[in-house]
């Protein structure tokens, strides 16, 4: 418990601590982050766990740019600074420069400490460089292709060298860094990417000339040639490759129009390469052109039927339409989401609605990515297919993968057709699938997030999530009927909430009620809530189409271990589970638990609802709580518990290290192979416990249940601090009880003697003193029977906090200062400056003025000797109520500003907020109203108002005051 709060400084409550050895949060959050891809071969493009980032205003993404096009190089800063300002730059360039990589820095990694290099922008001698390979690069992938092109046509394989070449061009969407012109037309940087995909164009033009295939570099020649003109080398390939498809004319008038442009231009005649190639044109040495009038291209239409009724997901076909619309948009949507969620459907209409745009027809398959009645689909087996509809005949078809798809390619150049890939399993069952040419749109579904696709194919992600209430309330009304829907919406809502909004859910649960008219909506939602937490009632007519049998195919495609945790999952309390909670759980490395959950979050069995906490659908849970009776034994399942139990009590001792208010603290034995998270400071260990709270509390209860009494009160004890500086007092009273029972139930008299002073102190803090002398009481005759001196000095302290809560300040003075001789023989100058701070408010209280500073003097002094943040600010504030008795409002209000500053650096916004509506007040006092409702409003920000009392007077005073006339 801490101290400096009215109407009483606080002193220190029992603490607890580990000697476990740990590992450190910042190296959990780091591994938890999902691999990231650049792309700077188009417009700039950072992808981060399936989602493009947003990269920010011009002068920011300019400075990611040069760091892409550098591709791992240095990049100094003279270099950036001169990019962003043309003209001479101002004198804070360095600065604005040190901003924009810090603001990436965390844009890359969130959460990265302000002043933390972090993994991707490392400080370079006097620049930066990006950290960076081929597989997070485009530029890099393609500079490794273009090397395999040119040592295969080295080699004598030009096959080989022209599919590496067009695999490499493939990963251009357009000029490099597009967007940020005229930089991107003009630095050196840019210029020089550029330059290299002209000379991989070159290359694979020259692979295609020696395997006899021209036409299948005509369209990546033809960008080339469009971006630099006055190319020779480029414009004589053109030349070639429209000859080969039979475009003669069209060759001779690109000739006579570069003549003309190098003429105009730059006054030169074409050289000698340009007139060989328009030789060999006009004596046709080269591929003959295509003769009579060809057979009309099949147009195939094998899109599935639209549903009907389709409704909902209004913002995913919005946004689809505005990228479908959009010059130059993706010509990829990679749609993805948990099993049932409706990927195929959302799919099927998109393509619907968009293939009058694409006159030359539709292709459609299902890959059986996830398929539990046969293998998936090959990419050999789906482009024979394709082929065929593509009027290809069957002897006519390659048996070479790479042949297959390069015909395939050439069937869809300059052609309009929407494609949808459907049920994919991963990136590389479609690579060959995707079009080589713009033209064409392809839609793919995925249970799997396809990131590779973002940064290699340029895709745009649509994650498909729960539909509203609303859209579930609409899935339901044609099946059920506006009858059945509107005499009982309160079934409806329960029908829904049973099937945790789940597409495939509610389907089930619609054809069963549409084929069972006469049954009604409450008789329906009785039936699914007799066995909750079970996928009965879920199971549809064909067993295939039921929950488990679809959950089933996701879960057949993960590893053994990935498994295993899915199936340990519903082992886990509360809503959500962090990597380092999955690691505990399984009993697995850190580095594992991090592969294990980025496994199951891509096959979309958890989805990452926060940065860094994973939560699975309810109906998924069961499914894995069904999976877990049946493969793992009920001593496995406890083991697993007893692990979770443990890592999350280790680790609350470690944060709660972090919050101490004195050098004192029972030690608490480690258990063998636990391995906690160790934190950074205060702040780190204050975000570990608000997003662990919820985790920590069912912890102590099922403890408690469980007959681990040992367990649950020394998970309550570390939960301590986090309560007393957040402001939750209610749920410290709440959990603080469920821990004495168990200590009582245990019989273990230490562990009782800590709650009922742990208990004290959060009755203290609700104003509820009787309560808290009464548990004060206990402690003391507990502590003294235990011998435990130390506690009982602290225990006295404590007694006196609350006395000057009542207002017996004369009391206070008396049993402190009689306390502070055995308090200084314990060697702890915290507790001390938390004493002297308790001495220094009562005095205070007593228009002792000069008392007060002396107290608030030595309580300073002591506290900075021992770097006690929360001791500075408690000082703080007896300066302030000593000022405040001399009537200083001046110099009492800079105090407590001061104080309220200290406290948040401590991360204790709760007795912040205290200090804050102590500084209001004292301004309305003074007539200054403006200055108050601020300060008051700042103090509601920092607690949750309803746990305090000071809090609810806030919200109510502010009410009023805004409200009035």
């Keep these: 418990m801490s101290t400096g709060r009215p109407p009483g400084t606080p002193g220190p409550w029992p603490q607890a601590s580990t000697l476990i050895s740990p590992v450190t949060v910042s190296g959990v959050r780091a591994e938890a982050d999902e691999a990231i891809g650049f792309s700077v071969l ?27 096009a550098r591709a791992g190089s240095p990049v100094s800063l003279t270099e950036l600074v001169d990019l962003l300002w043309d003209d001479e730059a101002p004198a804070s360039a360095a600065n604005v420069v040190h901003r924009h990589v ?76 597009a967007g940020l012109e005229p930089a991107s037309r003009l630095h050196p940087a840019f210029l020089a990417v550029e330059a290299e995909r002209a000379q991989a164009v070159r290359e694979a033009a020259d692979a295609a000339e020696r395997c006899g295939r021209m036409s299948a570099v005509l369209v990546p020649l033809r960008q080339a040639a469009e971006l630099h003109p006055l190319d020779e080398s480029l414009q004589s390939r053109l030349l070639l490759a429209l000859a080969a498809d039979g475009r003669q004319a069209e060759a001779v008038e690109t000739y006579r ?117 046969e293998p998936a689909m090959s990419p050999a087996e789906a482009l ?11 002897d006519g078809i390659p048996a070479e993968l790479h042949a297959q798809a390069g015909l395939y390619r050439s069937s869809l150049a300059g052609r309009r057709l929407l494609i949808v890939l459907d049920n994919c399993r991963d990136a590389e069952q479609i690579r060959h699938l995707l079009p080589g040419s713009p033209g064409c749109l392809v839609i793919v579904t995925s249970r799997g997030r396809l990131s590779t696709l973002l940064t290699t194919a340029g895709a745009h992600p649509l994650p498909v999530g729960l539909p509203s209430i609303d859209e579930a ?25 049973r099937c945790g909004r789940l597409p495939l859910a509610l389907a089930v649960v619609a054809a069963r009620a549409a084929g069972l008219p006469r049954t009604s909506p409450a008789q329906i939602a009785a039936e699914l809530a007799e066995a ?197 007092w209610v749920e410290w009273t709440t959990t603080g009880e469920v821990a004495l029972d168990a200590a009582r139930a245990g019989g273990d008299l230490v562990g009782q003697a800590r709650m009922h002073r742990s208990l004290a102190g959060a009755a203290y803090f609700r104003h509820e003193h009787e309560a808290a002398l009464g548990h004060l009481d206990r402690a003391v005759e507990l502590l003294t029977r235990l ?70 003097e030595q309580a300073m002094a002591l506290s900075r000797g021992a770097q006690y943040r929360l001791g500075i600010a408690e000082a703080w504030e007896v300066f302030g109520r000593a000022h405040s008795a001399r009537r200083e409002l001046g110099m009492a209000v800079d105090c407590w500003r001061e104080a309220a500053a200290a406290y948040q650096e401590a991360s204790a916004p709760a007795p912040a907020a205290e200090v804050l509506a102590l500084l209001g007040d004292a301004l309305a006092t003074a007539g200054e109203q403006d200055a108050a409702l601020r300060a008051w409003r700042e103090a509601l920000a920092l607690i949750p108002y309803a746990q305090t009392r000071t809090g609810r007077r806030l919200a109510d005073l502010l009410a009023t005051v805004t409200s009035g006339p």
């Excluded at 603001?103 to 460089?129: D, I, Q, V, W």
């Excluded at 291209?297 to 959009?326: H, I, K, M, S, Y």
């Excluded at 948009?329 to 099927?348: F, H, N, S, Y």
């Design 42 to 68: 188009g417009s700039i493009r950072v992808v981060r766990a399936g989602a493009e980032l947003h990269l920010g205003a011009r002068q920011q993404r300019l400075v990611l740019a040069l760091l892409l």
């Design 102 to 177: 810090g603001a990436l820095r965390r844009l890359l990694e969130p959460g990265l400490p302000t002043r933390s290099t972090g993994r991707y922008l490392p400080r370079e001698l006097s620049g930066y460089r990006l950290h960076a390979d081929e597989d997070s690069l485009d530029l890099l992938k393609f500079r490794s292709l273009s090397r395999l092109a040119g040592r295969s046509l080295r080699d004598g394989d030009p096959e080989s060298a022209l599919r590496h070449s067009l695999d490499g061009l493939r990963l251009w969407r357009g000029r490099c860094a």
């Design 257 to 373: 129009v570069v003549r003309r442009r190098l003429a105009d231009e730059l006054g030169i005649d074409p050289g000698e390469e340009l007139r060989e190639a328009y030789d060999r044109l006009l004596h046709q040495r080269t591929p003959a052109a295509r003769t009579g009038s060809p057979a009309p291209l099949p147009r195939p239409a094998q899109l599935p039927p639209d549903l009907p009724f389709f409704t909902g997901r209004g913002d995913l076909v919005a946004e689809a339409r505005a990228l479908v619309a959009r010059p130059g948009g993706p010509t990829v949507l990679a749609i993805d989401g948990m099993p049932g969620i409706g990927k195929t459907t959302l799919a099927v209409h998109l393509a619907h609605e968009f293939a009058a745009a694409y006159p030359d027809g539709q292709l459609y398959v299902d890959l059986r990515g996830y398929d539990g009645r």
């Design 384 to 394: 024979r297919g394709f082929l065929g509809s593509l009027g290809v005949p069957q």
């Design 473 to 497: 309330r609409a899935a339901l009304l044609r099946p059920l009927g506006d009858g059945r829907v509107a005499t009982d919406p309160a079934a409806v809502d329960a029908i829904i909430a």
């Design 532 to 728: 909750p937490g079970s996928l009965d009632g879920f199971d549809g007519d064909d067993p295939q189409t039921g929950l488990r049998a679809v959950f089933s195919w996701s879960y057949q495609a993960l590893s053994a271990p990935a498994a295993r945790l899915f199936r340990l999952l519903p082992i886990h309390p509360g809503p959500d589970i962090s990597v380092a909670g999955a690691a505990g759980l399984a009993g697995v490395a850190l580095r594992t638990g991090r592969t294990l959950v980025g496994e199951l979050s891509r096959a979309h069995l958890i989805s990452e609802d926060r940065p860094g906490r994973y939560r699975t659908h309810d109906l998924l849970l069961a499914y894995a709580a069904e999976l877990g009776e049946e493969h793992d034994s009920p001593a496995e399942r406890a083991a697993a518990e007893l692990r979770c139990l443990r890592f999350y009590r280790a680790t609350s001792f470690q944060a709660h290290l972090r919050l101490l208010t004195s050098e004192y603290h029972p030690m608490i034995e480690p258990v063998p192979g636990e391995a906690p998270l160790r934190f950074a400071d205060q702040g780190e260990a204050m975000r570990w416990f608000a997003a662990e709270r919820p985790v920590l509390t069912a912890l102590v209860g099922r403890a408690a249940r469980q007959g681990r009494h040992t367990e649950a009160w020394q998970l309550a004890l570390g939960m301590q601090q986090f309560f007393d500086r957040s402001g939750r």
């Design 787 to 856: 011998g435990l001196l130390g506690e009982l000095i602290r225990a006295n302290i404590n007694r006196a906090m609350i006395l000057g809560a009542q207002g017996r300040h004369e009391d206070v003075v008396r049993a402190v200062s009689a306390a502070l001789g055995p308090a200084r023989t314990v060697g702890d100058d915290k507790l001390l400056a938390d004493a002297l701070a308790v001495l220094g408010v009562s005095n205070a209280e007593l228009g002792r003025a000069e008392e007060a500073v002396r107290c608030a």
